[in-house]
């Protein structure tokens, strides 16, 4: 079953492998990479094919979406649940984006979802 995530001004959806590009464009930036555990700087083609290869695999108790502003994907939110019963969830938002609350409303999706 495919998961598709709405809000007011998002479309949190699964990641395509035309999704390449944009990941590149949001991620090759120490400003955002920095904040986040697993992404490498420089972030290359090959580094997006890799994580779209992992993410085309289903992992149960995990899930990885797009988030879409305005048609462009602008950042990755996921989630993943803990072997003690708990869950995570990490995002990263395109830096000219940042300060707008998009990262607390696709969080707010997601942990609503997560909840179900």
Partial sequence: MTTILT?????????????????????????????????PYPYALADAHDFLAVCAKETPGMLRLAIIHDGALI???????????????GYWIAEPLWGKGIGREAARAMADHAFE
């Fill in 75 to 89: 950042g990755v939110i996921s989630y993943e649940a803990a072997r003690t019963g708990g869950a995570e969830i």
């Fill in 7 to 39: 809000t007011a001004r998002l479309v949190l959806r699964p990641l395509e492998t035309g999704d390449a590009d944009a990941l590149v464009r949001g991620l090759n930036n120490l400003n955002v990479s920095k904040w986040t555990a697993r992404i």
